[in-house]
């Protein structure tokens, strides 16, 4: 089962869909990914930084929505003051 966690002030907000329905074209998983790729977008326009995060590996920073990855982390951006 594949997640995207989007970080924020009032706790992480978790999409997930399973990889393998979606590539079969379950509606329900297609759906998910369609969601997924929507707030990660949102959150990107509003100066987010996203993570593909996969165990054993150093994060890497991403600038697209990867419906294949394991596990997104969204950071939102951080004003000092």
């Keep these: 089962m594949a997640k995207m966690r989007v970080l924020?002030?009032?706790?992480?907000?978790i999409v997930e869909w399973d990889?393998?329905?979606v590539e079969a074209g379950e509606a329900e998983a297609l759906?998910?990914?369609?969601?997924?790729?929507?707030i990660f977008a949102e959150q990107r326009a509003r100066g987010a930084t996203a993570?593909?995060?996969?165990?054993?590996r150093p994060s890497e920073r991403?600038?697209?929505f990867d419906p294949k990855a394991e596990q997104i982390v969204v950071v939102p951006?951080?004003?000092g003051g």
């Design 8 to 13: 924020s002030a009032r706790g992480d907000t």
């Design 19 to 21: 990889g393998g329905k």
């Design 31 to 38: 759906s998910a990914v369609r969601e997924a790729e929507w």
């Design 51 to 56: 993570f593909r995060v996969a165990p054993d």
């Design 62 to 64: 991403i600038d697209k």
């Design 77 to 79: 951006r951080v004003a």
